[in-house]
């Protein structure tokens, strides 16, 4: 029995070629992995830039607090020299007078000072001594209003007890004081004071005026 050839044409055998070397790569593409998306790469100078930034925030930050800080503890500085002063100008008595007045004094400057020495002379010396005077003052509160640069101005509110030989029973008053003040070499000094009402007790003997 004789074999018979068939002849394939050319044609046909080409395209079965072609299909073939076609589908492989293919395959090969389909099991490769997906290439990894490119991430964008900050310019080296970004890290520089944010850390210049933190650090300009940081300074800024410093000196505001620092401003705070000094505000702060000037402010504490004026109440407590006004403080000290209203307390030696409300407290003296006859047998210290001498020494409260320079007490007094030791706070005066300006307008101030003149003015101790003419309320203060020694002829108030010798009536607060005769008439055995005695002034009694309690610093209720402080109040900075204002503090520009060496300049300062407080409102203070003290009560004060008087009694004297004149008067059988002590008489009490609640003072509110304005208080101009001058940062000096000294410290705070007191360059002006007003009572906003008169005292109802004289210290020196007889009714207030």
């Known amino acids: 029995m004789s074999a018979t050839l068939r002849r394939v044409p050319e044609e046909t055998r080409a395209a079965d070629e072609g299909e073939h070397s076609t589908s492989e790569p293919a395959q090969a593409r389909e099991d490769q ?26 300074i800024v930050f410093a000196v505001l607090w620092q ?49 101790v020495n003419t309320f203060f002379d020694q002829k108030a010396v010798d009536a607060i001594r005769t008439s055995n005077a005695r002034s009694v003052g309690r610093v209720q509160s402080v109040f900075v209003e204002s503090l520009s640069g ?29 208080i101009e003040m001058i940062d000096t070499k000294g410290g705070w000094k007191v360059n002006r004071v007003a009572i906003l009402q008169s005292p109802s007790a004289n210290p020196f003997g007889g009714p207030g005026g």
């Open 67 to 115: 401003r705070a800080q000094s505000a702060n503890h000037g402010r504490a500085e004026v109440a407590s020299a006004a403080s000290r002063f209203l307390g030696a100008l409300t407290n003296f008595r006859a047998d210290t007078i001498q020494g409260d007045v320079q007490e007094i004094k030791s706070f005066a400057v300006g307008d101030f000072a003149d003015q």
């Open 150 to 178: 060496g300049t300062a101005s407080v409102f203070g509110v003290v009560n004060e007890t008087v009694t004297n030989s004149a008067v059988t029973t002590p008489r009490a008053e609640v003072l509110r004081i304005e």
């Open 33 to 58: 992995p997906a290439a990894p998306a490119r991430r964008r790469r900050l310019p080296a100078i970004a890290p520089w830039v944010l850390f210049g930034a933190a650090l300009a925030g940081a």
